[in-house]
């Protein structure tokens, strides 16, 4: 249950129309599992996990799951900001979930910039083929000219679900290291992680006895 | 840590078979085609090895003459110049020779180099190779058709520089070096030299091609190229280190020929050209002035000599690494001859004569036809070259191999351990030892570790999202914040004092309310099913729809685990499993209860409840707040006694550290409780004058 250490903090955050799947796949990603039935999110909820963009290099992903109906738009609108990774999903069922995606992508630009982030189009619910109403090709055209990533997904059947977060984190990896984003005072898309073991040890272990002497 | 030790086992397999070689070439001699043959056999990389073990044992050779040279350097530093030019001048023409060989040879390289792959998986036998065989044939015949040519027009070759670009001439030139330096006794060498001969040394000549070919494919090509454009004069000397027969490459050699033959005859003209050499070098290479090289080279030797053994071994520990470290110097040569090919006629006169000289046999009447003083220049020309070469061919491979070896093994240490002590099984076994001790250190301090992180509040705190709701809802006060500032400045006078008692109001709520929170911390704990309810109600008051009520979960939860403690006394639950699922439980409640207050502050926002009275909401909130307070303290008493009633048999004082911190800790989620509903202010506010009649007048 507890927490390990990691090396790096990104925050992301997914928005898109409702009832796309926004929380199932994060629940999926972070549990999973997958919930036919979803209360709609409210305001925002927050899902974290850990993964490894490279060999010894944890990084800890907080995503913030926003919820995609539009009376809470004004509300997860000032939640862009800190975000360092921004994936837009849509529904490949619903077409018009997919029209929105440029309407939100310039919604999140709008608040993020100046700060740089990664953009990542989530074609979601693939494993409804038949109920498809936007094609692959249109879409990672779309997300090519947008200069996003894209990639399909579907958290009923777990399809690349890791794979989208994984590109996500370490695209931003590479542009950290790149130093094109910096960890920046004041701005928490980006926070260093907790320190390595040895270094905490000796900390963690006073505060006990810190405790006591109050 | 597996990987490294497979390596080095493997290299030390590696390690013996090249020692091996290496006695066999000493045994042998150099001049043993034989050997060499095999010795390429063993494929790139080992010949690369051989190369550099050779340019060792040439080492030798070379380095009493380098003395000689150093000397004469100190001493003479004058006459070079015009000498020095000549030198350069040949030394370009032979490049360009060089450099058509490779051409030629370049189809049969390519083939070779699969073969070579092959060949490293530790096939020695010398006939596997068929093409090579062809290829080996082939530029037989041509060599023995060139040396013919050669041989009978000594004077055109002299007069023509034009004729000298022809590939398959300069290819000839190199032969008869070659073969001149299989029987270093002067002129009859030529003679002697038989087809056979000539085959093995076409052999030979490919050799190092090859394996320039090879090498770039293995490294970044491009780059190296560029670089080694650039230096040219080290490159250059390395090249006939690396080819040829036993190491010296095919123009290389033939340089080595010359002057082994010339030096014999012409001692002392030699002396005095020798001295020249170092500062034609200087000049015409950029490279330091005569005394430091001289002091270079002699160190450079010493290290070779040192080393040689830590190298090639090392080499093969790390092939990959050193083999491109030695690959780049026999590669450098290409580029370098291609930087020099410019030079005319006069370079390769010396070459010319040298070579028909020996093909004629007869060295005293090439004196007389050609003039002494033209040969001693040659000569001069000759050893220079030679002399250069050898040194910047020794200095770079000592260089690089050292620096190579240095990156991976500071101090040489294990270098050093591997080849002379032989302590390696014993080692290995001392180092997993204390590896597995590392390990295990490590593995017990991160439980420690983790212990403690079981056992902090903040880690749980973050852990169920409690950090980043109040992170969140920090965001959301902040923005309420400037909305209410903007909405009351754009407000006309009238609106405002309307509205001004309604924000005091709520503001005065939030800030009696946390007074009155506490003094009531010293209270009663509030009986479980009145939390609660308490809870339900005050959130119903909120009318903020239906949400879900984590706070009500998490309680259960934690009452559950109570109750489970409380049953089965008897069993042995630790202080130290009490005081984590204390924390754990307050940092879970104290998340949960900011949630809620962030959700709470959201959908207020949305406006989403038809009950527009903000004051009122406020009073529920402060009395949430009360109530969550409250609790934290109900808890940390509960977990206290379960500490105090476990842990007689445990230390007292730990006991008491471990009640005290649960406090703390219980406080510390009142206050963050206290912070989260701070935050609502703002928000509230801004819900209040956005609904507020007098905005929508």
Request: aromatic fraction near 6%.
């Amino acid at each position: 249950m507890v927490e390990p250490i990691f090396d790096y903090q990104f925050r992301l955050i997914l928005i898109g129309d409702s009832t796309v799947g926004k929380s199932s796949l994060l629940k999926y990603f972070t549990d999973g599992k997958f919930a036919d039935a979803c209360d709609p999110t409210v305001g925002v909820d927050f899902f974290a996990r850990l993964i490894e963009v490279e060999d010894g290099v944890r990084v800890k992903l907080q995503i913030w799951d926003t919820a995609g109906q539009e009376r809470f738009r004004s509300i997860t609108r000032s939640y862009y900001r800190n975000s360092v990774g921004v994936m837009i999903m849509y529904d490949i069922t619903k077409r018009a979930s997919f029209e929105n995606v440029i309407g939100w992508l310039e919604e999140a630009k709008f608040h993020i910039e100046p700060h740089k982030a990664v953009y990542m189009a989530i074609a979601h619910k693939c494993d409804r083929d038949s109920d498809r109403q936007v094609s692959s090709s249109e879409g990672s055209r779309f997300a090519q000219l947008n200069g996003m990533r894209f990639i399909e997904t579907s958290a009923k059947n777990g399809q690349n679900v890791e794979e989208a977060f994984l590109v996500v984190a370490k695209d931003i990896y590479r542009l950290l290291k790149e130093e094109r984003i910096k960890i920046e005072e004041g701005w928490d898309g980006i926070k260093p992680g907790f320190a390595r073991a040895d270094e905490r040890v000796h900390l963690a272990e006073g505060e006990p006895e810190g405790g006591g002497c109050c | 840590m597996s990987g490294t030790d497979d390596d080095a086992f493997a290299s030390a397999d590696e390690g013996d078979e090249t020692l091996t070689l290496k006695q066999k070439d000493k045994d042998e001699g150099p001049v043993d085609s034989d050997a060499v043959n095999s010795l390429k056999k063993k494929g790139t990389e080992k010949s690369v090895q051989q190369k550099s073990k050779i340019g060792a044992d040439t080492s030798k050779d070379v380095a009493s003459s380098t003395e000689s040279v150093a000397d004469g350097a100190v001493k003479h530093p004058g006459h070079q110049t015009k000498k020095s030019k000549q030198k350069t001048k040949k030394g370009k023409n032979v490049v360009k020779s060089k450099e058509n060989e490779g051409e030629v040879l370049k189809e049969k390289e390519k083939v070779k180099y699969s073969e070579t792959k092959q060949i490293q998986s530790a096939s020695l036998e010398l006939s596997t190779s068929k093409p090579s065989v062809a290829d080996d044939e082939k530029s037989e015949k041509k060599l023995q058709e060139v040396t013919e040519k050669v041989q009978k027009s000594p004077q055109t070759a002299e007069k023509g520089s034009t004729e000298m670009k022809t590939p398959q001439k300069a290819v000839t030139v190199e032969t008869e070096s070659f073969t001149k330096e299989c029987t270093p006794t002067k002129d009859s060498s030529v003679k002697t030299c038989t087809a056979e001969e000539t085959s093995t040394r076409t052999e030979l000549l490919k050799s190092p091609s090859s394996q320039e070919i090879v090498r770039p494919m293995q490294d970044s090509p491009n780059e190296q190229d560029s670089n080694e454009t650039k230096d040219t004069g080290n490159a250059e000397p390395t090249k006939s280190s690396s080819s040829g027969g036993w190491g010296w490459g095919s123009w290389g050699s033939s340089l080595l020929d010359m002057a082994s033959s010339s030096v014999t005859t012409f001692t002392s003209q030699v002396g005095g050209g020798l001295n020249a050499v170092l500062e034609t070098v200087e000049s015409t290479l950029n490279i330091p002035p005569p005394e430091q090289f001289v002091d270079d080279s002699a160190e450079k030797e010493k290290d070779e000599k040192n080393d040689s053994n830590d190298v090639l071994t090392d080499d093969i520990q790390d092939k990959s690494e050193r083999t491109e470290a030695i690959c780049t110097e026999p590669k450098r040569s290409d580029p370098e001859s291609v930087e020099q090919p410019k030079s005319t006629t006069k370079a390769q006169e010396p070459h010319q004569m040298q070579a028909a000289s020996k093909t004629s046999g007869s060295g005293g009447s090439w004196f007389s036809s050609w003039g002494v003083s033209n040969i001693t220049g040659i000569v001069q020309n000759t050893s220079k070259s030679l002399m250069t070469g050898s040194l910047d061919v020794l200095e770079i491979i000592g260089k690089k191999t050292f620096d190579v070896l240095k990156d991976h093994d500071p101090g040489l240490k294990r270098a050093r351990g591997f080849l002379f002590d032989r302590k390696d099984k014993p080692n290995l076994s001392q180092i997993l030892r204390d590896a597995k001790k590392e390990a295990e250190f490590r593995v017990e301090k991160e439980k420690e570790f983790e212990e403690s992180r079981k056992a902090d509040f903040g880690v749980h705190f973050d852990e169920f999202q409690g950090l980043v709701h109040l992170e969140a809802l920090e965001i959301l006060s902040q923005q309420s914040e400037r909305k209410v500032q903007s909405l009351l400045m754009a407000l006309p006078t009238d609106s405002l004092a309307t509205i001004k008692p309604t924000l005091l109001l709520i503001k005065q709520t939030f800030e009696t309310e946390i007074e009155e929170e506490e003094e009531s911390a010293d209270e009663e704990g509030s009986q479980g099913q009145d939390f609660i309810r308490l809870v339900a109600e005050h959130l119903a008051e909120l009318q903020i729809g239906s949400m879900p009520n984590k706070v009500k979960q998490t309680w259960e939860e934690i009452e559950v685990w109570l109750a489970q403690f409380h049953e089965k006394k008897d069993s042995d639950v630790s202080s130290k499993i009490v005081h984590q699922t204390a924390i754990q439980s307050l940092a879970r409640l104290t998340s949960k209860g900011i949630d809620q207050f962030h959700k709470t502050g959201e959908l207020i926002l949305l406006h989403m409840d038809s009950d527009h009275d903000y004051v009122k909401k406020s009073q529920s909130l402060a009395s949430l707040t009360k109530i969550l307070c409250k609790e934290m303290g109900c808890l940390a008493n509960k977990f206290a006694d379960c500490l105090t009633g476990t842990s007689e048999e445990d230390r007292g004082n730990e006991i008491g550290c471990l009640t005290t911190n649960i406090y703390l800790e219980a406080s510390n989620s009142s206050s963050y409780v206290q912070d989260g509903f701070r935050l609502l202010l703002p928000v509230l506010q801004q819900a209040a004058i956005e609904t507020s009649e007098v905005l929508n007048r």
